[in-house]
């Protein structure tokens, strides 16, 4: 941190020891104090995508959600070709509600992504809040697909068949999520605690 406080003295526009300061402040949680200067990188370049989205981020993280998707958005239309630019707009945007949208940045990310299961289990939870579980539940196999070892997938199609009250088929995918990785046991008996007494069940199809 000193290093590059040193180099300000010196050249007090280098983008880099602000960014790197910047960053260095939001790994230390010290959000606000980031942001400064992150805003004098962009100052400095108003095009620098990548500080829009490290201020939005820090942002987020004070709860500043209006300003954390203003630089989302910021980041997006400088460059529309990074997917994890889009994931973090689609994410802000599903936690505050804002579902088509949520659903169009997560489309986006998708089709510069394809291969990452986490962005069609972010779309399938966002069709679930829509209304259009088939959508949902064809995204979550999608993620299936990709990472047939991933726990994610098999858990979310295991709570739409709970939903549905079709507790055989929600059995078998609960089952295998359980199987990949058990700290699905306390998020289901967390979130379902009614039917706690079905993993037992569960655990033994293993």
Known sequence: LEAFKQLLKFQPNSEIALFYIGNIYTKLGQYREAIKYYNQVIKSNPSNFVAYYARGNCYEAIGNYKRALADYTIAVNYNPKISDLWEAKAELEYETGRFSEALSSYMMAIKLDQKNPDLWIGAGMVYEQLGRYQEAAQAYYNALKINPDYAEPYYQIG????????????????????????????????EFPKYKRYVKKWIKRQ
Do not use: C, T, V
Request: glycine content about 4%; hydrophobic content about 45%; overall charge negative.
């Open 159 to 190: 709570r739409l068949f709970l939903l549905a009250d079709m507790l055989d088929e929600a059995g078998k995918y609960f089952s295998k999520a359980f199987e990949l990785d058990n700290s699905k046991i306390e998020d289901f008996e967390d």
